[in-house]
């Protein structure tokens, strides 16, 4: 049964206080239950103080303070949000923000090859401030955003291609995280206050984003959703929040992420992770951590989210036992997949993205073990992720001239007299007989049913 069928309520009184009188409904599919998850239970601490589930393997890319490679770059302090992107050599780049307050913060970005290895490492934005999360966009561009009261968002090029540049049509507030519905042409933004904003941005233009309309969210008490209207994103005379009362609140917005038409985020305040339909504009709870018991609340205070291919969402805690925690695509089951040892407890986790492949997640230790040199973590090993789409079916061969069920156009042999098209837009082909037709076909047949040796 499709889980928007079934409600649940949430009486405590947090709910009331950042959204409004009365709303207390989240919809949602029996509840989650906490459990080994897909991969089994957490190993030992690793030589890289990662406790991580059998069969993964974990290494060290970048560390604040060191150098990495030859290229002389010094990796920055407090790493936060990241995200890959696939280079035309079969490559990908990671980059990272640095979440350093007084002008000093920005993004790095890591270069790997086919194989992973790191073959370069450079800045692609400097003295912005308090880079904390973020987002990449469809065409391939990194969106860096200003935790500070006037914040800004910034478009970065992961190679470096163009200079960072701000986009104040944005707003101006304390920006958190964004996400795009390339579908609809549309953002959505965070605001990391105890009574923040979840906001909407439709570009003029898309997917120029110059000029466009700023909106924020408010909830009807049975989950529905309305956008209100932002007079003034550059907030020249009032706090983007505060032309907007009406807007619901929401306790510490932190990451989000856009997925098959449901927009992710989560509430540090709090401990949620919510879900907008946006098809339905309408807004569920999928996970609180008052449902649990104490000593049973797998996930806390959670900050960076991520959904795999394979639908999972990966959320990383800031606080709690410093965990990657993983809620299944059934949205059944809540279990840690990643675990730093309690010399982190100080930091928070950070960072999370997925390689092109799908078989590398990295996550970083904002503060490291010594509360001062942040760490990037790749945990490589079989994360679930969605089969490789197949290729699209070829057409089946047009029947020739006289074949079973047409008329006979001659007293002799029948033949194609028109050439066949070539559905990959190649030369024509020549005129076929029937023998070679149906022979053709019932090869082909026998082909699709065949498994594909680059299957």
């Given at each position: 049964?499709?889980?928007?069928?079934?409600?649940?309520?949430?009486?405590?009184?947090?709910?009331?206080?950042?959204?409004?009188?009365?709303?207390?409904?989240?919809?949602?599919?029996?509840?989650?239950?906490?459990?080994?998850?897909?991969?089994?239970?957490?190993?030992?601490?690793?030589?890289?103080?990662?406790?991580?589930?059998?069969?993964?393997?974990?290494?060290?890319?970048?560390?604040?303070?060191?150098?990495?490679?030859?290229?002389?770059?010094?990796?920055?302090?407090?790493?936060?949000?990241?995200?890959?992107?696939?280079?035309?050599?079969?490559?990908?780049?990671?980059?990272?923000?640095?979440?350093?307050?007084?002008?000093?913060?920005?993004?790095?970005?890591?270069?790997?090859?086919?194989?992973?290895?790191?073959?370069?490492?450079?800045?692609?934005?400097?003295?912005?401030?308090?880079?904390?999360?973020?987002?990449?966009?469809?065409?391939?561009?990194?969106?860096?955003?200003?935790?500070?009261?006037?914040?800004?968002?910034?478009?970065?090029?992961?190679?470096?291609?163009?200079?960072?540049?701000?986009?104040?049509?944005?707003?101006?507030?304390?920006?958190?995280?964004?996400?795009?519905?390339?579908?609809?042409?549309?953002?959505?933004?965070?605001?990391?206050?105890?009574?923040?904003?979840?906001?909407?941005?439709?570009?003029?233009?898309?997917?120029?984003?110059?000029?466009?309309?700023?909106?924020?969210?408010?909830?009807s008490e049975d989950g529905g959703v309305t956008w209100?209207?932002?007079?003034?994103?550059?907030?020249?005379?009032?706090?983007?929040?505060?032309?907007?009362?009406?807007?619901?609140?929401?306790?510490?917005?932190?990451?989000?992420?856009?997925?098959?038409?449901?927009?992710?985020?989560?509430?540090?305040?709090?401990?949620?992770?919510?879900?907008?339909?946006?098809?339905?504009?309408?807004?569920?709870?999928?996970?609180?951590?008052?449902?649990?018991?104490?000593?049973?609340?797998?996930?806390?205070?959670?900050?960076?989210?991520?959904?795999?291919?394979?639908?999972?969402?990966?959320?990383?805690?800031?606080?709690?036992?410093?965990?990657?925690?993983?809620?299944?695509?059934?949205r059944r089951e809540v279990a840690a997949v990643v675990?730093?040892?309690?010399?982190?407890?100080?930091?928070?986790?950070?960072?999370?993205?997925?390689?092109?492949?799908?078989?590398?997640?990295?996550?970083?230790?904002?503060?490291?073990?010594?509360?001062?040199?942040?760490?990037?973590?790749?945990?490589?090993?079989?994360?679930?992720?969605?089969?490789?789409?197949?290729?699209?079916?070829?057409p089946s061969p047009e029947p020739p001239a006289g074949?079973?069920?047409?008329?006979?156009?001659?007293?002799?042999?029948?033949?194609?007299?028109?050439?066949?098209?070539?559905?990959?837009?190649?030369?024509?082909?020549?005129?076929?007989?029937?023998?070679?037709?149906?022979?053709?076909?019932?090869?082909?047949?026998?082909?699709?049913?065949?498994?594909?040796?680059?299957?």
């Amino acid at each position: 049964m499709d889980r928007r069928r079934f409600l649940r309520s949430t009486a405590g009184t947090g709910a009331a206080l950042a959204l409004g009188p009365g709303f207390w409904r989240a919809a949602f599919a029996a509840q989650a239950v906490l459990g080994p998850g897909p991969y089994g239970p957490l190993g030992p601490p690793d030589p890289n103080g990662l406790r991580i589930p059998e069969g993964f393997t974990a290494r060290v890319i970048a560390r604040t303070g060191e150098s990495i490679g030859s290229s002389g770059y010094v990796w920055h302090r407090e790493p936060d949000g990241g995200a890959t992107f696939p280079t035309d050599d079969g490559g990908w780049i990671y980059v990272s923000n640095s979440e350093v307050g007084g002008s000093a913060g920005g993004v790095g970005a890591v270069r790997f090859a086919p194989d992973g290895l790191i073959v370069d490492t450079y800045p692609i934005l400097a003295g912005s401030n308090r880079n904390c999360a973020g987002g990449a966009t469809p065409w391939g561009t990194w969106l860096s955003c200003e935790e500070i009261e006037r914040g800004q968002v910034w478009e970065c090029h992961p190679a470096g291609e163009f200079e960072a540049r701000p986009l104040p049509a944005l707003g101006l507030f304390m920006h958190e995280a964004v996400a795009v519905d390339d579908d609809r042409g549309q953002l959505y933004l965070t605001e990391d206050r105890g009574d923040g904003r979840l906001y909407r941005f439709t570009p003029t233009d898309y997917p120029d984003l110059g000029n466009g309309v700023l909106q924020a969210m408010r909830l009807s008490e049975d989950g529905g959703v309305t956008w209100l209207d932002v007079g003034d994103p550059l907030a020249r005379q009032r706090t983007t929040r505060r032309q907007v009362p009406d807007a619901s609140r929401f306790n510490g917005g932190e990451g989000c992420w856009f997925d098959s038409g449901h927009l992710y985020w989560t509430t540090k305040g709090d401990g949620r992770v919510w879900d907008l339909d946006v098809d339905a504009q309408q807004v569920e709870v999928l996970y609180d951590p008052k449902w649990f018991e104490k000593d049973e609340r797998v996930l806390q205070g959670g900050d960076n989210i991520i959904a795999s291919s394979f639908g999972d969402l990966y959320v990383a805690e800031d606080g709690g036992n410093m965990e990657v925690v993983v809620i299944s695509a059934d949205r059944r089951e809540v279990a840690a997949v990643v675990e730093m040892t309690a010399e982190h407890r100080r930091s928070e986790v950070t960072g999370l993205a997925f390689d092109p492949s799908g078989t590398r997640l990295y996550a970083a230790s904002q503060r490291g073990a010594d509360d001062r040199n942040g760490v990037v973590y790749e945990i490589e090993g079989p994360w679930r992720q969605a089969p490789p789409t197949p290729p699209p079916a070829e057409p089946s061969p047009e029947p020739p001239a006289g074949a079973p069920g047409d008329a006979a156009t001659s007293d002799g042999p029948a033949v194609a007299t028109e050439p066949l098209d070539d559905p990959e837009g190649g030369p024509e082909l020549a005129p076929l007989g029937v023998a070679t037709v149906i022979g053709g076909a019932i090869g082909w047949a026998i082909g699709r049913r065949l498994p594909r040796k680059d299957a």
